[in-house]
């Protein structure tokens, strides 16, 4: 392929940033409003049961998202990135994320390796303000599902997914991740575009 038609190639690439987190049975509890004098009350199960996501947005508003009972390892991450193939069929896609050590597992290289479209870009180090993905986690846990006391990990789920789907509605506030990161600022702009140019 000529210099010039892999930089177009490069182009049409669907930027898509990564990133993992986790979430309990255990609320988050944030400020809310309640007649006076009627104080709410959380009332949980006390138990650290736990979920893992994986979730990635792009600066177009799209979201994409996977639930695993398991920690995120290496295997996790695989499943996610086949699932972004999937969905993005005949598109070249350039990943950023960190360069925590389940990213650069074996199992996630050798994907990586067979799949010509998947391109990975690293983020700085100790970072994590950088990646416009926390945004999306800051709105589901703190807003989301603040307050949210499930009885089981099973509603844990269905309220989570519900969750997300209601992010998912509202493309601009997944843009507005992007407007707010140091990421895309004017100097870390032209960094990246020396990446993909």
């Not at 049975?25 to 400020?31: C, D, G, S």
């Not at 009350?41 to 639930?67: A, D, E, N, Q, W």
Request: aromatic share 10%.
């Amino acid at each position: 392929m000529a210099k010039t038609e892999k930089k177009g190639h490069r182009r049409r690439a669907v930027m898509l940033f990564i990133d993992e987190s986790g979430i309990s049975l255990v609320p988050f509890a944030a400020k809310t409003w309640a007649p006076k004098g009627q104080t709410p009350v959380l009332v949980h199960p006390f138990r650290r049961s736990k979920l893992s996501m994986i979730s990635g947005v792009t600066p177009r508003g799209k979201t994409y998202f996977r639930l695993h009972e398991s920690a995120a390892r290496g295997l996790q991450v695989r499943m996610f990135l086949q699932q972004i193939l999937r969905h993005l069929r005949r598109k070249p896609i350039m990943v950023f994320w960190d360069n925590v050590r389940h990213h650069a597992s074996s199992t996630v290289k050798e994907l990586i390796e067979n799949h010509p479209r998947l391109e990975v870009c690293h983020l700085p180090p100790y970072f994590y303000e950088g990646n416009p993905d926390e945004g999306f986690w800051n709105v589901l846990k703190a807003r989301e599902l603040a307050n949210l006391c499930p009885r089981n990990i099973r509603e844990l789920k269905s309220e989570t997914r519900k969750a997300v789907n209601r992010i998912r509605a509202k493309p601009n506030l997944i843009k507005s991740f992007f407007k707010k990161t140091p990421l895309f600022s004017e100097h870390y702009r032209k960094r990246l575009l020396k990446q993909i140019s």
